[in-house]
């Protein structure tokens, strides 16, 4: 798995952050986990740009603090970056989510005011309401997008629970 993520970022890292004109179809699909039971896949949406996302340990059993690693160029300077997530199952909307990761007054993680352009690696907890996954198949968007409402990364993933 180790091996994997860092292949992975470095690909990531050195793959032209353009894939240029053509629209060549959508980026390809990754494992960011694969554990007893639970299975993580994900897909970038944002146009533009793949990135590298695993989750360390994933159970069904989401525990309150996870190891994820995370990299990507960025697109935009992130003095404040927001995640909305929107989560489905069979279909229908089930949850919405929005949360503030960093912000001028809060910043909570290492790379919060990094600039266009720079890479970031991050690789280290995440806190998150510790819940038991119940069995099933759930579709989730994600969006990371800065105080300008500019995308800074967007994923689809597919989270399948058995
Ligand atoms: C992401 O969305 C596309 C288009 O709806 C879908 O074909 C693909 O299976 C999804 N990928 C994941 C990992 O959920
Ligand atoms: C989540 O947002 C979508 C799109 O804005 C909306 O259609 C859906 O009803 C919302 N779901 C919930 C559970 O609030």
Same mark, same amino acid.
């Given at each position: ?5 860092? =292949? ?5 890292? $050195?793959?032209? *952050? ?7 179809? #959508?980026? +390809? ?13 994900? &897909?970038?949406?944002?146009?533009? &740009? ?21 990299? $990507? $160029? ?11 997530? =929107? ?5 229908? *909307? ?10 001028? #007054? ?12 720079? &890479? $970031?690696?991050? =690789?280290?907890?995440?806190?998150? +309401?510790?819940?038991?996954?119940? /069995?099933?198949?759930? /579709? ?12 800074? =990364? ?7 629970? *058995?």
């Amino acid at each position: 798995m180790k091996g994997f993520t860092v =292949a992975l970022l470095l690909w990531t890292l $050195i793959s032209p *952050s353009c894939r240029g004109g053509g629209g060549g179809g #959508a980026w +390809p699909t990754h494992m960011a986990c694969s554990d007893s039971g639970l299975e993580v896949l994900y &897909q970038s949406c944002d146009p533009l &740009q793949d990135f590298g996302f695993s989750i360390e340990k994933c159970s069904k059993e989401l525990k309150p603090k996870v190891n994820i690693r995370f990299g $990507i $160029i960025l697109r935009e300077d992130i003095k404040e970056l927001f995640l909305d997530l =929107a989560l489905m199952a069979k279909g229908s *909307s089930v949850l919405n989510f929005s949360y503030p990761i960093c912000e001028e #007054a809060l910043p909570k993680f290492s790379f919060c005011g990094r600039r266009k352009g720079e &890479q $970031i690696y991050y =690789a280290g907890p995440v806190n998150n +309401p510790g819940i038991e996954i119940p /069995q099933g198949e759930y /579709q989730v968007l994600l969006e990371l997008y800065t105080e300008k409402r500019s995308t800074v =990364a967007c994923a689809n993933a597919t989270i399948i629970c *058995s």
